[in-house]
Nanobody
Framework: QVQLVESGGGLVQPGESLRLSCAAS????????MGWYRQAPGKQRELVAI???????NSADSVKGRFTISRDNAKKTVNLQMNSLKPEDTAVYYC??????????WGQGTQVTVSS
Protein backbone atom coordinates (compact mmCIF):
# COMPACT_ATOMS: atom_id res chain seq x y z
CA GLN A 1 0.00 0.00 0.00
CA VAL A 2 1.05 3.55 -0.72
CA GLN A 3 -0.18 6.65 1.06
CA LEU A 4 -0.09 10.10 -0.52
CA VAL A 5 -0.36 13.38 1.37
CA GLU A 6 -0.88 16.57 -0.60
CA SER A 7 -0.46 20.17 0.41
CA GLY A 8 -0.37 23.63 -1.09
CA GLY A 9 -3.74 24.35 -2.68
CA GLY A 10 -5.65 27.58 -2.20
CA LEU A 11 -7.25 30.66 -3.69
CA VAL A 12 -5.18 33.01 -5.83
CA GLN A 13 -5.74 35.75 -8.37
CA PRO A 14 -4.98 35.33 -12.08
CA GLY A 15 -1.28 35.67 -12.76
CA GLU A 16 -0.22 34.54 -9.30
CA SER A 17 1.62 31.38 -8.29
CA LEU A 18 1.07 28.33 -6.14
CA ARG A 19 3.21 25.35 -5.24
CA LEU A 20 1.72 21.91 -4.67
CA SER A 21 3.58 19.16 -2.84
CA CYS A 22 2.89 15.47 -2.41
CA ALA A 23 4.69 13.04 -0.13
CA ALA A 24 4.50 9.28 -0.62
CA SER A 25 4.97 6.64 2.04
CA UNK A 26 4.45 2.89 2.35
CA UNK A 27 5.58 0.03 0.11
CA UNK A 28 7.67 2.01 -2.32
CA UNK A 29 10.46 0.75 -4.50
CA UNK A 30 12.83 2.84 -6.51
CA UNK A 31 11.19 2.81 -9.91
CA UNK A 32 7.91 4.71 -9.97
CA UNK A 33 6.16 7.63 -11.58
CA MET A 34 4.67 10.51 -9.63
CA GLY A 35 2.79 13.56 -10.70
CA TRP A 36 -0.45 15.46 -10.86
CA TYR A 37 -3.84 15.22 -12.49
CA ARG A 38 -6.72 17.65 -12.11
CA GLN A 39 -10.47 17.62 -12.38
CA ALA A 40 -12.62 20.68 -12.94
CA PRO A 41 -16.36 20.67 -12.20
CA GLY A 42 -18.26 18.79 -14.88
CA LYS A 43 -15.09 17.62 -16.61
CA GLN A 44 -13.04 14.45 -16.70
CA ARG A 45 -9.85 14.09 -14.76
CA GLU A 46 -6.92 15.13 -16.94
CA LEU A 47 -3.16 14.92 -16.87
CA VAL A 48 -1.28 17.95 -15.64
CA ALA A 49 2.27 16.62 -15.43
CA ILE A 50 4.02 13.40 -14.41
CA UNK A 51 7.69 12.59 -13.93
CA UNK A 52 9.38 9.20 -14.01
CA UNK A 53 12.18 7.92 -11.80
CA UNK A 54 14.59 8.77 -14.58
CA UNK A 55 13.32 12.32 -14.83
CA UNK A 56 11.25 12.01 -17.99
CA UNK A 57 8.33 14.45 -17.95
CA ASN A 58 4.97 14.28 -19.64
CA SER A 59 2.80 17.37 -19.32
CA ALA A 60 -0.32 18.89 -20.79
CA ASP A 61 0.15 21.48 -23.52
CA SER A 62 -2.04 23.88 -21.55
CA VAL A 63 0.50 24.11 -18.71
CA LYS A 64 3.79 24.02 -20.60
CA GLY A 65 5.85 27.10 -19.93
CA ARG A 66 3.86 27.88 -16.77
CA PHE A 67 4.01 24.78 -14.56
CA THR A 68 7.17 22.97 -13.48
CA ILE A 69 7.21 19.50 -11.97
CA SER A 70 10.08 18.18 -9.88
CA ARG A 71 10.72 15.26 -7.58
CA ASP A 72 13.01 14.33 -4.71
CA ASN A 73 13.65 10.60 -4.80
CA ALA A 74 15.25 10.53 -1.36
CA LYS A 75 12.22 12.18 0.23
CA LYS A 76 9.71 10.49 -2.09
CA THR A 77 8.07 13.78 -2.87
CA VAL A 78 6.84 15.48 -6.00
CA ASN A 79 6.25 19.20 -6.39
CA LEU A 80 4.32 21.26 -8.89
CA GLN A 81 5.27 24.91 -9.21
CA MET A 82 2.39 26.70 -10.91
CA ASN A 83 3.07 30.18 -12.26
CA SER A 84 0.93 32.58 -14.26
CA LEU A 85 -2.21 30.84 -13.08
CA LYS A 86 -5.38 31.29 -15.09
CA PRO A 87 -9.05 30.88 -14.13
CA GLU A 88 -9.17 27.77 -16.32
CA ASP A 89 -6.59 26.17 -14.02
CA THR A 90 -9.26 26.03 -11.31
CA ALA A 91 -9.75 22.40 -10.34
CA VAL A 92 -9.14 19.77 -7.71
CA TYR A 93 -5.55 18.61 -8.14
CA TYR A 94 -4.76 14.99 -7.37
CA CYS A 95 -1.37 13.53 -6.62
CA UNK A 96 -0.63 10.43 -8.69
CA UNK A 97 1.74 7.57 -7.92
CA UNK A 98 2.41 4.39 -9.86
CA UNK A 99 5.02 1.69 -9.47
CA UNK A 100 6.23 0.07 -12.67
CA UNK A 101 3.65 -2.58 -13.58
CA UNK A 102 1.41 -1.57 -10.69
CA UNK A 103 -1.93 0.16 -10.40
CA UNK A 104 -2.14 3.90 -9.73
CA UNK A 105 -2.62 5.46 -6.32
CA TRP A 106 -4.34 8.80 -5.84
CA GLY A 107 -4.15 11.47 -3.18
CA GLN A 108 -7.24 12.93 -1.57
CA GLY A 109 -7.12 16.02 -3.78
CA THR A 110 -6.41 19.66 -3.08
CA GLN A 111 -8.48 22.55 -4.37
CA VAL A 112 -6.88 25.22 -6.54
CA THR A 113 -9.06 28.22 -7.31
CA VAL A 114 -7.94 31.05 -9.57
CA SER A 115 -10.30 33.99 -9.42
CA SER A 116 -10.25 37.75 -9.20
Amino acid sequence: QVQLVESGGGLVQPGESLRLSCAASGSIFNVYTMGWYRQAPGKQRELVAIISSGGSINSADSVKGRFTISRDNAKKTVNLQMNSLKPEDTAVYYCYFRLVGGHPYWGQGTQVTVSS
